[in-house]
Nanobody, 115 residues
Framework: QVQLVESGGGLVQPGGSLRLSCAAS????????MGWYRQAPGKQRELVAS???????NYADSVKGRFTISRDNAKNTVYLQMNSLNSEDTAVYYC?????????WGQGTQVTVSS
């Protein structure tokens, strides 16, 4: 059974940084493109960043230059380094397959940017 477990969120001041992790189990992780998604209160879930099996990355315009997605296939983990955070980044962050989001969603990790 596929399981995605996100961690690393928290409360951070504007301009701060966080590093999110998503550990996957039950899949051959290395063959999947993965994405980080987020859902802010009252908004639809949106794609933040993606990384292919070949480590090609793409970012939403709103995070380009501030966020970096990476993966460690030996650890079945995808990461999201988030720098220069602002209030617009406040959301629950999730990972899933990209682009089909075929796996059951994990519980997500809350990121709150506030002074």
């Amino acid at each position: 059974q596929v399981q995605l477990v996100e961690s690393g969120g928290g409360l951070v001041q504007p301009g701060g940084s966080l590093r999110l992790s998503c550990a996957a189990s039950g899949i051959i992780f290395s063959i999947y493109a993965m994405g980080w998604y987020r859902q802010a209160p009252g908004k639809q879930r949106e794609l933040v960043a993606s990384i292919t099996s070949g480590r090609v990355t793409n970012y939403a315009d709103s995070v380009k230059g501030r966020f970096t997605i990476s993966r460690d296939n030996a650890k079945n983990t995808v990461y999201l380094q988030m720098n220069s955070l602002n209030s617009e980044d406040t959301a629950v962050y999730y990972c899933n397959d990209f682009p089909s989001q075929r796996f059951n969603w994990g519980q997500g990790t809350q990121v709150t940017v506030s002074s």
